[in-house]
């Protein structure tokens, strides 16, 4: 599977992890399984991590209208890494469709080290 997520209560954060090929389809499925699961909590931090991605087939309608979902809350800190310029790029591109004041808490990083402490950890959380 291209993408899935853990969830640490004890910090809370959400760690998702996508890998190989990832579609709109995947991405939309991520978003439902993570807004299904009975532990996530929207006031969770929150990290992403793209260095398994291989290839990226992500339509603009898609990274829109998933900013746009009311899944996280405002404080909520994201942070993403995306090591490549073409997922640095479409994650600074849903960055800019999360809006204010939601942008302010998400930030997008090219290695885990300053993503890692963005959301307040030292070590990376278990593989999902």
Do not use: C, N
Request: proline share 8%; net charge negative; no cysteine.
């Amino acid at each position: 599977m291209p993408v899935s997520h853990s969830i640490d209560t004890q910090h809370p954060l959400v760690y998702t992890v996508f890998s190989g090929k990832v579609t709109d389809e995947d991405f939309d499925d991520h978003l439902r399984s993570l807004r299904a699961d009975p532990r996530f909590e929207s006031t969770m931090a929150e990290l992403v991590d793209l260095r398994e991605v291989t290839d990226v087939s992500l339509s603009p309608d898609t990274i829109h209208s998933s900013a746009r979902w009311e899944l996280h809350a405002a404080q909520a800190r994201r942070a993403v890494v995306a090591p490549t310029d073409v997922l640095f790029g479409l994650a600074r591109m849903y960055q800019s469709y999360v809006g204010e004041p939601a942008e302010s808490q998400f930030r997008v990083f090219r290695t885990l080290a300053p993503a890692l402490a963005w959301v307040g950890l030292e070590v990376p959380p278990t593989t999902p």
